[in-house]
């Protein structure tokens, strides 16, 4: 049974930074695509950052060059590195992950969820 438990969110100002983590249990090996989502109040839920079977990643336009998505495999683990910070990057941050994924930013991809950690951002 595959289980992602995401931590790390919190509090911080503009211009600062967090990262989010994800530990992965469950699945038979190392060789499984990852994605970050968020989830603003009052918006859908979107893809922000993925990262494929063979480790190639792809980023939603608002966060490139400030996020980083990366997987630990000897420890399971998934990261999101978010720097530069803005009050716009305030959400739900889930991660998800799934054996074969085509669209990594597309949350149908995916079966496996984490229950999600808040990230505020304030001005």
């Known amino acids: 049974q595959v289980q992602l438990r995401e931590s790390g969110g919190g509090s911080v100002q503009a211009g600062g930074s967090l990262r989010l983590s994800c530990v992965a249990s469950?699945?038979?090996?190392?060789?499984?695509?990852i994605g970050w989502f968020r989830q603003a109040p009052g918006k859908e839920r979107e893809g922000v950052a993925a990262s494929d079977r063979d480790g190639s990643t792809n980023y939603a336009d608002s966060v490139k060059g400030r996020f980083t998505i990366s997987k630990d495999n000897a420890r399971n683990t998934l990261y999101l590195e978010m720097k530069s910070l803005k009050p716009e990057d305030t959400a739900m941050y889930y991660c998800?992950?799934?054996?074969?994924?085509?669209?990594?930013?597309?949350?149908?991809?995916?079966?496996?969820w984490g229950q999600g950690t808040q990230v505020t951002v304030s001005s």
């Open positions: 469950g699945f038979p090996d190392s060789r499984y695509a």
């Open positions: 998800a992950a799934d054996v074969w994924v085509v669209d990594g930013l597309a949350d149908t991809e995916y079966n496996y």
